[in-house]
């Protein structure tokens, strides 16, 4: 770190681009008051993030909220329930 604090290197490049994309690119830079060099920097970077795997929601409860879940019911003991 120097006398001024993180000196970041930049290098130049060129890529092709469908106009549209350019254009889209163009307005959502403008709308979020950054430049389209940061815009593509941005954009960049959140791809090559590793993906964050979304956590499992357990299944809602059926019936009275407070018994105890089950994992597993035999036939017998569906029918022992519904008929007694």
């Not at 940061?38 to 407070?66: N, S, T, Y």
Request: proline fraction near 6%; glycine fraction near 8%; charge should be positive.
């Amino acid at each position: 770190m120097g006398k001024y604090g993180i000196i970041m290197a930049y290098m130049r490049t060129t890529i092709e681009l469908p106009d549209e994309l350019l254009t889209q690119a163009k307005s959502r830079a403008a709308l979020g008051g950054i430049s389209l060099r940061q815009f593509f920097v941005e954009a960049v970077r959140q791809r090559l993030e590793p993906e964050k795997r979304k956590l499992r929601k357990a299944p809602p409860m059926i019936g009275d909220a407070h018994a105890v879940p089950m994992t597993a019911v035999t036939r017998e003991q569906i029918d022992e329930a519904m008929f007694g």
